[in-house]
């Protein structure tokens, strides 16, 4: 007896029904399903009683490659469906595609991705031909909303022409392969029973083909086994509506959830119904006004677009259509997200927003407490509890006692695995960082489960877990990339030592060829911090620390020396030169680089006329700093008056030449030297600048003075007020609420009207 075959698309509530209704007709033997058949031996886990939607999660992990991949299952999806009717049946229900961790599915995180992007021609054509502007719309008109007779040969008909000539991609030729040796293998086995093969559309029409070529071999296909080596497994996971929603990126079936769940159990017109009543509650409690007169317009609305669509009932878009002509008033500046399956954008009108949410609905899945878990589930639950984080309490870690440094590393690792439930709000964020202590919150922990289930991916332990996702950020992360830093810092937080010692080297050997000063900057002070201060997390005078600083300060000069151009003061380099001055301050012998070689190096970037305006006041102020003389009188002092007075020449960049020298020689500006102070020779030059030219320099000159903390400001303030010989508060002229920029402005627009009053004679002499 040949196969009955049926094309479905995934989590389509018609489909679901057709699929109902087709395995308590045949009463087949049996039911093969599209799934991983690696996961046939566990079949009774998917029985449980799970509340849905849940999802079959998938890892696989090797020397090479790293992917995960989703199975999500829904109430009204296809392929439920007939894992619940077919074991209700008596039927042997099998899943007989590839294993998720196959290359086949390489580039695909969801196993019912759909492969509509391949026929997009025939569905562009089947659009056009009956008027809907998008897929989804063109499907409910089809088969949603369309009489149930005769659905099964809509259905064959529809996927025949869609998928045409389609090449199918290699993967899809190697599972549809694989899935037609399972037919043919049941064939054979079957006898007189009848074989109903439940698969996506797409496929449907290659497997048909093949299920009537010969077998290539008798009895069921080998499973395909991993390469030596690699790691993988599948477990279910709870899931929700939002993960399933188009709108959110969802990579296949339908769009809208929570209506479609409504469509599953109450049909067209009961769908529609509590999608209206669901959008004006939303509506109302965000305080937009909803009358009842609006209600009863969007119904009348969507009836009639119903009708002028040729629907027997309402579709979801004559829904959705009918909520947004009747209680948008005004303007849409977006493309209504149903018309094209799209996010919604920025800025979308409230009516849509809320109309979208309501589509979408809250619901999440939850497993059966019989479900097997991954190991690293019941280790995390044993380490939360032995470090007393299992509750709500705010948890304080000391990190300079044993229990509390392994309670903060339990955390960080939980912190790398994205798991939700505790948010560090206090704590060391840095290397050279003096906190002990660190305070973690509780948060909300929706999702939980489900992520640490998907961690487990990593590994059976916490530490295992923690080092392979830092292993994998060290292996993808670009040697330019600016997080090196930071993934520096999570790998001692997370206590792996060997990972550490690996990084470190890998660091080394990049940052010879790094070209970002700025992102070198931040490895070069996590580096330093860590070397000079931590004795916590037992990195300090580690000699591959040694290394990491010596490269990234020799690296961080050349690269200074070789900038030209001009742009704007940039933070990050400035930051870097700061962490080369320390570095020169409080670890010289571990570099190459002597002082004096720096300082000559310094004044050579700064007399550079093509350098940038901030790396020529930064290398006054590191020249300044590495001990060139400093002393009142010297002649630094008349060198730095000199240089200043030549970076006001150019009143747009002088703001930009000082934001270089504060950050390299804040201390020195703030240091009480009288008349001869550096702070003094600023004052200067700042005050005999006109009007005008101030106001130019005026918005640089703010981010310039941001490099000084608030009591450092107010120090500024009060002597610039005392050498003015004037009374005043400094603390009071810093918090004027007024922004300077604007007051600038303000004073120059008076000036302005007053000389061209002047000019012609009619300003008021009273």
């Known amino acids: 007896m040949p196969a009955v075959f049926l094309g479905v698309r995934h989590h389509s509530p018609a489909c679901a029904r057709l699929v109902a209704d087709t395995v308590r007709r045949l009463r087949p033997g ?32 090797d020397a090479e490659r790293t992917a995960t991949t989703w199975a999500p299952l829904c109430d009204y999806s296809p392929e439920w469906v007939a894992l619940r009717e077919g074991r209700a049946a008596g039927a042997q229900v099998l899943f007989v595609d590839l294993p998720s961790w196959h290359p086949a599915f390489e580039l695909r995180a969801n196993r019912y991705a759909d492969a509509e992007a391949r026929y997009a021609e025939a569905t562009d054509r089947l659009c056009e031909r009956f008027g809907t502007g998008s897929v989804d719309a063109l499907w409910d008109g089809l088969f949603e909303v369309a009489p149930a007779e005769g659905l099964a040969e809509r259905l064959d008909a529809y996927f025949d022409l869609v998928r045409g000539d389609s090449a199918a991609d290699e993967g899809d030729r190697a599972r549809e392969a694989y899935m037609a040796d399972w037919v043919r293998a049941v064939l054979a086995e079957a006898g007189d029973a009848t074989v109903l093969v439940v698969t996506g559309g797409f496929h449907t029409p290659a497997l048909r083909a093949l299920a009537a070529q010969p077998a290539p071999a008798p009895g069921r296909p080998p499973l395909p086994a991993p390469p030596p080596g690699a790691v993988s497994g599948s477990y279910l996971v709870p899931y929700s509506f939002r993960q399933l929603d188009a709108f959110a990126g969802y990579q296949s079936g339908m769009p809208s959830p929570a209506y479609y769940q409504r469509l599953w159990e109450d049909g067209p017109e009961g769908a529609a119904d509590h999608l209206r009543r669901s959008v004006v509650t939303r509506l109302r409690g965000r305080r937009h006004p909803v009358s009842t007169a609006d209600l009863v317009a969007a119904a009348a609305l969507t009836g009639g677009l119903a009708a002028l669509r040729g629907h027997p009932v309402p579709a979801r878009t004559d829904v959705l259509d009918g909520l947004v002509g009747a209680l948008v008033k005004d303007d849409l500046t ?11 954008a920025p800025g979308s009108h409230p009516v849509v927003v809320e109309t979208v949410a309501a589509c979408s609905g809250t619901r999440t899945g939850r497993l059966h407490p019989d479900t097997p878990a991954p190991p690293l589930v019941h280790d995390t639950a044993a380490r939360l509890a032995a470090i007393g984080a299992a509750g709500d309490r705010p948890l304080t870690c000391d990190l300079t ?36 202590t660190e305070r973690w919150e509780s948060e909300p922990d929706a999702g939980r489960d489900a992520a640490l289930i998907e961690a487990g991916a990593y590994g059976a332990t916490l530490d295992e877990a923690a080092t392979t996702v830092l292993t994998e950020r060290a292996r993808t992360t670009d040697p330019t990339d600016s997080g090196l830093a930071a993934l520096l810092f999570d790998t001692v937080l997370c206590g792996t030592t060997a990972l550490t010692d690996g990084l470190l080297g ?17 490895v070069l002070s996590t580096a330093l911090g860590l070397w000079r201060h931590d004795r916590v997390y037992g990195t300090a005078r580690s000699p591959l620390l040694a290394a990491v600083v010596d490269g990234a300060v020799g690296r961080i000069l050349w690269l200074t020396e070789g900038t030209h151009g001009r742009s704007g003061a940039d933070p990050a380099r400035l930051t870097a030169l700061a962490a080369v001055r320390d570095a020169l301050r409080h670890a010289p012998g571990l570099l190459t680089v002597t002082a004096g070689d720096a300082a000559a190096l310094a004044l050579r970037v700064a007399r550079d006329p093509h350098a940038p305006a901030d790396l020529r006041g930064a290398a006054r102020g590191l020249h300044l700093t590495l001990g060139t003389g400093t002393g009142t009188g010297s002649g630094s002092e008349v060198d ?3 240089a200043t007075l030549d970076a006001a020449a150019d009143v747009g960049a002088l703001g930009d030449w000082l934001a270089g020298l504060f950050a390299l020689a804040r201390e020195e500006v703030t240091a009480d030297a009288g008349d001869h102070s550096l702070l003094a020779a600023v004052d200067s030059v700042l005050a005999e600048l006109t009007d005008a030219e ?33 009374r005043g508060s400094a603390r009071a002229l810093l918090r004027t609420t007024a922004d300077p920029v604007r007051l600038a402005a303000a004073r120059a627009l008076e000036e302005n009207v007053t000389a061209l009053l002047d000019r012609h004679g009619l300003r008021s002499t009273r």
């Open 30 to 61: 049996y039911v093969l399903v599209e799934g991983p058949a690696d996961l046939n031996g566990r079949l009774d886990e998917l029985a449980l009683g799970h509340e849905l939607p849940i999802a079959v999660f998938s890892h696989y992990r």
């Open 506 to 522: 890998t660091l080394t050997t990049a940052l010879a060829h790094h070209p970002d000063p700025g992102a070198l900057g931040a």
């Open 640 to 642: 730095l008056a000199s």
């Open 401 to 436: 006692t044993a229990e509390g440094l392994a309670a903060s590393r339990t955390l960080h690792r939980l912190r790398v695995l994205a798991v939700p439930g505790r948010r560090r709000t206090a704590g060391p964020d840095h290397g050279a960082d003096p906190v002990t």
């Open 694 to 726: 101030f106001l130019i320099a005026l918005p640089a000159l703010r981010q310039a003075f941001a490099w000084f903390p608030p009591r450092e400001r107010e120090r500024i303030a009060r002597r610039l007020i005392e050498r003015r010989g004037v």
């Open 334 to 344: 977006q493309p209504l997200p149903w018309s094209r399956r799209a996010p919604l």
